[in-house]
């Protein structure tokens, strides 16, 4: 695999309006009789559907609902646009990055866009990948998002250009232009794949956070709340958010080894390995200062046979300290248990207030 070779990778278009009139069309896509799946994409002049009945592709759970490309003696592309309905909220980039692993790509830059109406986090990613023959392909993927309304849960789309990867300094402007311009044509009310409820925290409701409606939330004292994700009698994920007065606990790594000493106390039966606590700069709630403190590790316990990622924040909000910690199953093919514990925990990040008093 050639992965010395530096591509380029636009994020600005510089055509005029008379260029793109000129270059390319506006291709609206309504082939299945689900207004849902409707959408428009802007192609080069040369690109043609190829494809337009919805296909199933089982081997990655995507069901393809249109291909494009071009059919003359310039260099190659092709244009493939997919969607995959899945019940729970997760972050659309998070659902890319677990496909395009599925699909052996491998991310060779990318761009995450937070959305202002707070629906997630969304991605324009190149990848690289070189098939069986030895052809190496470089394709751009975006993704949207949105509520279903015939069965409920989100429907999460791609749209990937693609050429060879000899072509691709000459094809890079084009691909650019197409992974940025298209968007469903029928977009539902809702902007998440499901309803947010909120948690309160005082008898007045002016403290809380939300959660996806598919949590369950079980409070155990004053000062923990568990936040599970438990069907039919088994847990994919818990949230467990911990509060402690800052007269009792001065720095994070004070709040990290009091709120972990549960699992350090049952070793060897259950080992927690972390990481470093480190400090970030705060990208979740404006009330937590200008930083937040976070790491990431394993819980294995041989007795359960579990075998469990972990990851924590620790901030303050007021003269409390918050412990924020996730228990959840490691990223799989096999379902999004880890997209949605992590979209859950930032939801309750950012979403986060604690009347003042």
Same mark, same amino acid.
Not at 158 to 176: G, T, V
Not at 228 to 246: A, D, K, M, P, R
């Given at each position: 695999?050639?992965?010395?070779? /530096?591509?380029?990778f636009?994020?600005?278009?510089?055509?005029?309006?008379?260029?793109v009139?000129e270059? +390319?069309?506006?291709?609206q896509?309504?082939?299945?009789d689900?207004?849902?799946l409707?959408?428009?994409?802007?192609?080069?002049?040369?690109?043609k559907?190829a494809?337009?009945?919805?296909?199933?592709?089982?081997?990655?759970?995507?069901?393809?609902?249109g291909?494009y490309?071009?059919n003359?003696?310039q260099p +190659?592309?092709?244009v493939?646009?997919?969607?995959?309905?899945c019940?729970?909220?997760?972050?659309p980039?998070?659902?890319?990055? /677990?496909k395009?692993?599925?699909?052996?790509?491998?991310?060779?830059?990318k761009?995450?866009?937070?959305?202002p109406?707070g629906?997630?986090?969304?991605?324009d990613?190149?990848?690289?990948?070189?098939?069986?023959?030895?052809?190496?392909?470089i394709?751009? +993927?975006?993704? &949207?998002?949105?509520?279903?309304?015939?069965?409920?849960?989100?429907?999460?789309f791609?749209?990937?250009?693609?050429?060879?990867?000899?072509?691709?300094?000459?094809?890079?402007?084009?691909?650019h232009?197409?992974?940025?311009?298209?968007?469903?044509? &029928?977009?539902?009310n809702?902007a998440f794949?499901?309803?947010?409820? !909120?948690? !309160?925290?005082?008898s007045?409701n002016?403290?809380g956070?939300?959660?996806p409606? !598919?949590?369950?939330?079980k409070?155990? /004292?004053?000062t923990?709340?568990?936040?599970?994700h438990?069907?039919?009698?088994?847990?994919t994920?818990?949230?467990?958010l911990?509060?402690?007065?800052?007269?009792?606990?001065?720095?994070?790594?004070d709040?990290?080894?009091v709120?972990?000493?549960r699992?350090?106390?049952?070793?060897p039966a259950?080992?927690l390995?972390?990481d470093?606590?480190k400090t970030?700069p705060?990208?979740?709630?404006s009330?937590?200062?200008?930083t937040?403190?976070?790491?990431?590790?394993?819980?294995?316990?041989?007795?359960?046979k579990m075998?469990?990622?972990?990851?924590?924040y620790?901030?303050?909000?007021?003269?409390l300290?918050?412990?924020?910690?996730?228990?959840g199953?490691?990223?799989?093919?096999?379902s999004?248990?880890y997209?949605a514990?992590?979209?859950?925990?930032?939801?309750?990040?950012?979403s986060?207030h604690?009347?003042k008093?």
């Amino acid at each position: 695999m050639n992965t010395a070779n /530096n591509y380029v990778f636009p994020v600005m278009s510089n055509y005029n309006d008379e260029e793109v009139k000129e270059n +390319y069309w506006k291709c609206q896509y309504t082939s299945t009789d689900k207004r849902m799946l409707h959408y428009w994409v802007v192609l080069p002049r040369r690109v043609k559907p190829a494809e337009l009945k919805p296909q199933n592709i089982a081997e990655v759970g995507l069901t393809n609902i249109g291909r494009y490309s071009t059919n003359d003696n310039q260099p +190659y592309m092709e244009v493939w646009a997919a969607y995959e309905r899945c019940q729970w909220e997760m972050n659309p980039s998070d659902w890319l990055f /677990n496909k395009l692993e599925l699909m052996g790509e491998k991310v060779i830059n990318k761009r995450l866009i937070v959305n202002p109406i707070g629906n997630g986090i969304f991605a324009d990613v190149l990848t690289l990948k070189t098939h069986s023959s030895g052809d190496e392909v470089i394709s751009r +993927y975006t993704v &949207h998002k949105d509520y279903n309304p015939e069965e409920s849960g989100g429907n999460y789309f791609l749209i990937k250009a693609a050429c060879a990867s000899r072509d691709y300094p000459l094809l890079a402007n084009d691909i650019h232009f197409i992974a940025v311009n298209w968007d469903l044509m &029928h977009r539902s009310n809702l902007a998440f794949a499901e309803l947010l409820q !909120s948690v !309160s925290l005082s008898s007045n409701n002016n403290s809380g956070f939300k959660i996806p409606e !598919s949590w369950q939330v079980k409070p155990l /004292n004053e000062t923990r709340l568990v936040i599970e994700h438990t069907f039919n009698g088994v847990n994919t994920g818990v949230i467990n958010l911990c509060f402690y007065s800052q007269e009792m606990l001065f720095t994070e790594q004070d709040v990290f080894s009091v709120s972990t000493k549960r699992f350090h106390d049952h070793q060897p039966a259950v080992m927690l390995t972390t990481d470093t606590l480190k400090t970030i700069p705060n990208e979740f709630n404006s009330s937590f200062g200008e930083t937040i403190a976070t790491c990431a590790g394993e819980i294995v316990s041989a007795k359960e046979k579990m075998n469990a990622f972990y990851q924590c924040y620790v901030f303050s909000v007021g003269q409390l300290w918050c412990y924020a910690e996730l228990v959840g199953r490691h990223r799989n093919y096999k379902s999004y248990c880890y997209e949605a514990n992590k979209r859950c925990l930032e939801i309750i990040l950012s979403s986060f207030h604690l009347e003042k008093v």
